[in-house]
């Protein structure tokens, strides 16, 4: 139903000014989700007028989206928001090196044969963290 309905939208919205490439203002009321609203932008591939892409979400709200996504289970969110806190370009590739010293410790680790089963998981999610020995 939800499909149907952004479908809907956009055809309609399509028949403004939008299918000449005129910017355009869509006005949703509050009673529309926010979950609809984005589905909508991001089908539309709405932009600002710096080009960048229009979220109705903050920041936090769009990665635990993104997790959602992703299928992350608790403790895979935990490790990648601390990774994230310290690395925040992290986000654009999933995929890092680190020294194992660094990770274990900024990951809560002691054990380093854990620590790489729960990475290894996270690679079935597509997120890359690699453990490398730093050389003195």
């Avoid at 956009?10 to 509050?30: A, D, E, K, L």
């Avoid at 370009?89 to 990770?103: G, P, R, S, Y």
């Amino acid at each position: 139903m939800l499909s149907y309905s952004v479908a809907e939208i956009v055809q309609h919205t399509f028949r403004t000014r939008c299918q000449f490439h005129q910017p355009i203002t869509v006005y949703f009321t509050p009673d529309w989700g926010k979950e609809f609203v984005q589905q909508f932008l991001d089908y539309t591939h709405a932009t600002d007028v710096a080009g960048q892409p229009l979220s109705v979400f903050n920041q936090d709200e769009m990665l635990e989206r993104k997790f959602k996504e992703m299928g992350l289970t608790k403790v895979q969110k935990r490790i990648v928001v601390q990774v994230l806190k310290t690395y925040r370009e992290f986000e654009q590739t999933w995929d890092i090196a680190l020294d194992k010293k660094e990770a274990m410790t900024l990951l809560g680790y002691t054990n380093i044969r854990n620590l790489k089963k729960v990475l290894t998981n996270l690679e079935d999610k597509d997120i890359y963290i690699h453990l490398i020995e730093k050389s003195e």
